[in-house]
């Protein structure tokens, strides 16, 4: 079985999946006193831990304290089942023999680069990685939860989303943003610079082939969130960001409250609004660095897909642009509906919104924006979300741990979300994983074919032959 390569989602080293480590389970000494035996320094872990977290070595030494990690090439303790290898075509646990002759089965496999935890089951199927960009205060930890929570029981695709990373991870996520936001109702604050880890989840979902039956299919997702004052150098992109250019798709968030013009309407329609307006747009700043980091050698556009999406798109039911009210009849209003696509991507919707969006930047005079990413990226495409569905409240609360009066905010009753999925449908409509719905037909999108550049001879030749 032909084994396809996949990139660690930790430090985004590319390995073949039977280049794999595994560690030891603890404990795996037979007697109690000897229980510590095989707690090692884990070298290559806690050069991660130290170089790219940057914690303190004191930390990283007791976080890097391990189980024993072994290599499965050129070691003769380690046993491997041959049906494994005949069904995944590399082992997902093997058997490794002490020294006592104590046989310990090994389940637990570890990127070969920096010894992270692999997700479960992971090169089995196809892998995505997206990651969430945007400024400061544009909403992208709201987003990634709700969309999570979007994708989890979603109808669309009958799909169901189920993380397969960290445990530690994923209590963690729970706590800091899934219980605060979609429990208690309570937003989520800015996101800290520092190096986020990734959250890992399966994906099944069925969808229409071109004959419009249903069929399923299972991948795997690693969502990246990235602290706004991050994107805005070169050095915390590089240090905190470097998954970026090795990403499947980019989720780009512009907070329209941003925007000047709609900034001045909602200091006059609404004054609440006005604690939601970020202190600076640094838009162009991130734009800059990304163009750097992506474009700074070979001075040529990305292949990856990138989704410039409005943010907080809810709010501009609070200001009166004469943009909503002079569009053609025969023009869908696209930015408040929500769209169910139903097995496959509805290109007449997308399409729709994508224009609609363009148009709105355009009105705005925020045309930058698209600018930027189209001087970029290759394939852009625009979309408008609401993460909560409506206004949040911004309240005065004591800070229980410093007794300082902060701004909390806060949703009145449950979220109310719209169009949230749509970017993360497009990228994997990209690669081919949903047919697209357009002119009664169920199609995959074909990337365009590079150019054919003829040589100099050639051009030569053909001159003389006319």
Not at 314 to 319: E, G, M, P, R
Not at 372 to 381: I, S, T
């Amino acid at each position: 079985m032909k084994v396809k390569p996949v990139i660690c989602p930790f430090c985004c080293h590319r390995f073949h999946p039977n280049e794999a480590d595994f560690r030891l389970p603890a404990p795996v000494s037979a007697t109690k006193s000897k229980k510590n035996e095989n707690m090692l320094l884990d070298e290559k872990l806690f050069d991660y831990q130290v170089e790219v977290l940057q914690i303190s070595e004191r930390e990283a030494t007791k976080n890097a304290t391990q189980p024993l990690s072994i290599e499965v090439e050129g070691n003769n303790a380690v046993s491997v089942e041959k049906n494994e290898l005949e069904k995944y075509g590399f082992a997902q646990r093997v058997t490794y023999t002490l020294p006592e002759g104590k046989k310990i089965i090994c389940e637990q496999r570890l990127c070969p680069n920096c010894h992270n935890d692999l997700p479960i089951g992971y090169g089995v199927r196809e892998t995505l990685l997206i990651s969430i960009l945007g400024d400061a205060r544009v909403g992208k930890s709201v987003f990634l939860t709700v969309l999570i929570s979007e994708l989890e029981n979603n109808m669309d695709f009958a799909s169901k989303l189920t993380f397969i990373g960290d445990k530690q991870v994923r209590e963690t996520f729970y706590e800091n943003y899934q219980k605060p936001l979609l429990k208690n109702h309570e937003l989520i604050s800015s996101t800290k610079r520092r190096k986020i880890p990734p959250y890992a989840f399966n994906f099944w979902y069925r969808y229409k082939n071109e004959d419009g039956a249903m069929e399923e299919n299972s991948i795997d997702v690693i969502f990246y969130d990235i602290a706004g004052e991050d994107l805005r150098d070169d050095t915390g992109i590089r240090q905190h960001g470097f998954n970026i250019k090795d990403s499947s798709g980019l989720i780009f968030l512009a907070d329209p409250t941003n925007f000047t013009k709609l900034s001045d309407l909602f200091r006059v329609t609404d004054a609440s609004l006005i604690e939601a307006i970020p202190e600076e747009n640094s838009n162009q700043q991130i734009f800059n660095t990304l163009y750097n980091y992506f474009l700074g050698f070979d001075r040529e556009k990305s292949n990856i897909p990138m989704a410039l999406v409005l943010s907080k798109s809810d709010l501009l039911s609070f200001v009166n642009l004469e943009f909503f009210g002079n569009k053609p009849e025969n023009r869908i209003q696209h930015i408040f509906t929500d769209e169910m696509h139903q097995g496959a991507v509805n290109m007449r919707s997308m399409k729709g919104l994508n224009q609609e969006v363009r148009e709105l930047l355009s009105y705005l005079g925020e045309e930058s924006i698209l600018n930027n990413a189209l001087g970029c990226f290759k394939a852009v495409n625009c979309f408008a979300v609401s993460s909560l569905g409506k206004k949040p409240t911004i309240e005065q609360i004591s800070d229980p741990e410093t007794n300082e009066t902060i701004e909390k905010g806060f949703v009145d009753g449950p979220l109310e979300p719209f169009r949230v999925k749509e970017a993360f449908y497009w990228i994997l409509m990209r690669h081919q994983l949903l047919h697209k719905y357009e002119n009664n037909r169920y199609t995959l999108h074909m990337p365009p074919q590079p150019e054919h550049k003829l040589s100099l001879w050639q051009r030569i030749l053909a001159f003389f032959m006319g």
